[in-house]
């Protein structure tokens, strides 16, 4: 398919294929999507310098009460003098225990900015199902009763992502109305969608808009959780008929 602006992805796999249209669905992820391995690179820096640190500088504070002893006994005069403080390492179990605690923490929001990055859904559409071989003069067939759901996501590069059949994949609304989540059965964790200021077939618009776009789409697949109503998920309504329906004036 010639022009194309959006792409067909094989599951879990590099291969791209046209479409003739945009996403139904884009936006740009947020900073920290786009920043997540220069964080990554700070936070092993941080860690490695608090070990670093921990293992070599955590001392404890010790007086030299041999050395005080000894004095007082080898004088007639007892004339104690203020002991010499000094430092010396912690044991070395409680400076390991430390660096584990500084390791665990930052090997846990190196994973954490990881796997929220590649749950983030830069691009999302509806097709149909991947391309079949046949034992044909045109080998390769569309099967237009076997839709593909089709993401791709912060950690992929460029067109790169991921297809699920659609009988697998259900839709949710999120924490509001501006977010939806995808779930994929067979597969853990979900994918989050943030619908506001996002693209809609290549074009901006509302959250309700959005929203309506990808649930017309959507068609009759399978849905889960509650939804709020339409109205209710664009915040420009704030009176007229939409809000009195919403009961918000």
């Known amino acids: 398919m010639s022009g194309a602006l959006g792409s067909l992805f094989s599951r879990r796999a590099a291969s791209i294929i046209k479409l003739d249209r945009p996403p139904l669905f884009s936006k740009a992820p947020p900073w920290w999507a786009r920043w997540t391995y220069a964080l990554i690179a700070c936070d092993l820096f941080v860690t490695a310098s608090a070990v670093e640190f921990t293992w070599n500088n955590w001392t404890q504070l010790t007086d030299d009460l041999k050395t005080i002893s000894q004095k007082s006994k080898e004088s007639t005069v007892a004339v104690q003098q203020p002991p010499n403080d000094s430092y010396v390492p912690r044991p070395s179990w409680q400076r390991a225990g430390l660096c584990v605690a500084h390791l665990g923490v930052g090997i846990g929001i190196a994973v954490a900015l990881i796997v929220t990055q590649s749950r983030y859904v830069r691009t999302f559409t509806l097709s149909p199902a991947l391309l079949k071989a046949k034992t044909s003069k045109n080998p390769i067939q569309t099967l237009p ?46 994918w989050f ?18 929203q309506r776009a990808i649930l017309e789409e959507w068609g009759t697949a399978r849905r889960t959780g509650t939804w709020t109503p339409l109205a209710a998920a664009d915040r420009r309504w704030v009176s007229g008929p939409a809000a009195r329906k919403q009961g918000r004036s």
């Open 193 to 210: 969608l943030s619908l506001e200021n996002s693209l809609i077939n290549g074009k901006k618009a509302s959250i309700m808009d959005a």
């Open 145 to 190: 009763q076997d839709r593909q759901v089709l993401i791709s996501c912060a950690s992929n590069f460029k067109n790169n992502g991921q297809s699920f059949p659609l009988a697998s994949c259900s839709v949710g609304e999120g924490r509001d109305a501006s977010e939806m989540i995808l779930r994929v059965d067979g597969e853990r964790g979900h």
